[in-house]
């Protein structure tokens, strides 16, 4: 599918701080001040915690930590989705949310509540837990009427959001879209992660030889996406690929055969060669897994080895925010003022893994003289692949 679809502003808060200066100038210092400690029934871990820049007072219904979040990056675009909504009228703007925590830590408080009482605390309501919760909250806040919806594909929820909203534009459902993600670290998902050993309670450390797990994140990024561009940071969507390894519920296929071929069909889409693309965003977990797998797989489709990295070190992995968080950083990098453009740096302890191919790593510093087309790939549970490429128009 061609994509006449621009991605033509941004509304973040992550652990880097919230909007597009704050996120940008932290993610390209190569800062890990929002990395925090945090204890839980297991322990203490390392997490790198969000707060929206300023609380806005939501309605009972609505009030809990994830919506707090999606309303501050909403506020940040709010003057282009009245620019939107003025001229498809609100019923033509579809909101796309990609989540897979809606509001655990209300939830377990309730069920601890439960327990004790025999019954819920005044107010609690089942739909809280539902998928689409952070979507009905979005259309709401923002006071659109059209198609909404929430995707939960894990890691790669927000990185379909994208491509789901681009598809909608293409055949004419929606006129433009809000399209992002939003994620917090609940306790439920911290202990989940730990359950599984792909926790590192230290900052994580992807593709050196001593990494032991991830760090969780949590943030939210909302991207307003039309048909054409509007101002001068609009960048296109210009490749979406996508791929289904269905090869174990929680571990990747070890030769990153579907991660290349969600890679292949992107560059296919946008029309490039491997060659074009000047910056690769890593999914870099920092799990054993997925590294040596992401290693393999991005090094035959990229053998001369541009720069990449991933920036899950500063801000963790943020789970179903994860895809549209990174491919923000990528428009954010396009988007810098000046003749060399700054890349995100790879931060870790620079010793590689024998045995696998070694990745052109960027170091703190890193810049380049042309960044024209820049990918993110996102991999999920379940062998779900989203590699996502945006491009100057």
């Not at 820049?53 to 009030?63: F, V």
């Not at 408080?109 to 909250?137: C, I, N, V, W």
């Amino acid at each position: 599918m061609s994509s006449g679809c621009f991605l033509t502003d941004l509304g973040i808060v992550c652990a880097l701080g919230s909007g597009k200066d704050a996120a940008a100038e932290n993610i390209l210092a190569g800062s890990r001040e929002g990395l925090r400690r945090v204890a839980s029934r297991a322990g203490e871990f390392t997490v790198a915690s969000a707060e929206p820049s300023r609380r806005t007072a939501l309605p009972p219904r609505w009030q809990n930590r994830l919506n707090g979040l999606l309303a501050d990056a909403a506020d940040q675009i709010r003057p282009a989705v009245e620019r939107l909504a003025a001229r498809y009228g609100a019923q033509r703007v579809a909101v796309v949310l990609g989540s897979t925590d809606n509001g655990a830590e209300q939830s377990q408080a309730a069920l601890k509540t439960f327990r004790e009482t025999k019954a819920f605390p005044p107010g609690y309501e089942f739909e809280r837990q539902a998928a689409h919760f952070g979507s009905d909250f979005l259309k709401d806040y923002l006071k659109f009427s059209g198609y909404s919806c929430s995707i939960s594909t894990a890691c790669t929820s927000s990185a379909r959001a994208l491509v789901m909203a681009r598809n909608l534009l293409a055949v004419g459902a929606c006129d433009a879209a809000v399209a992002g993600g939003a994620d917090i670290v609940s306790e439920a998902v911290l202990l989940g992660f730990h359950s599984l050993e792909a926790v590192d309670r230290e900052p994580c450390n992807p593709f050196s030889r001593n990494r032991r797990g991830i760090n969780l994140g949590e943030g939210a990024a909302l991207f307003t996406v039309e048909r054409g561009p509007a101002g001068h940071e609009s960048l296109r969507l210009s490749g979406c690929g996508e791929s289904s390894d269905a090869f174990h519920a929680t571990a990747p296929e070890p030769e990153g055969r579907g991660a290349e071929a969600a890679m292949r069909a992107a560059l296919a889409e946008a029309g490039l060669e491997p060659g074009d693309v000047d910056y690769v965003n890593l999914h870099g977990t920092g799990t054993e897994l997925n590294d040596r797998m992401e290693s393999k797989a991005t090094h035959r489709v990229f053998p001369a080895g541009p720069p990449c990295s991933s920036t899950k070190t500063m801000v963790g992995h943020t789970l179903g925010a994860a895809g549209a968080m990174e491919l923000a950083f990528c428009w954010l990098a396009m988007n810098r003022p000046g003749g060399r453009f700054a890349l995100p740096p790879h931060l870790w302890d620079g010793e590689p893994e024998e045995g696998i191919p070694r990745l052109n790593l960027t170091s703190l510093g890193a810049a380049t003289g042309r960044l024209d087309h820049c990918m993110s790939n996102s991999y999920a549970f379940g062998g779900c692949n989203v590699s996502l490429i945006i491009s100057r128009s």
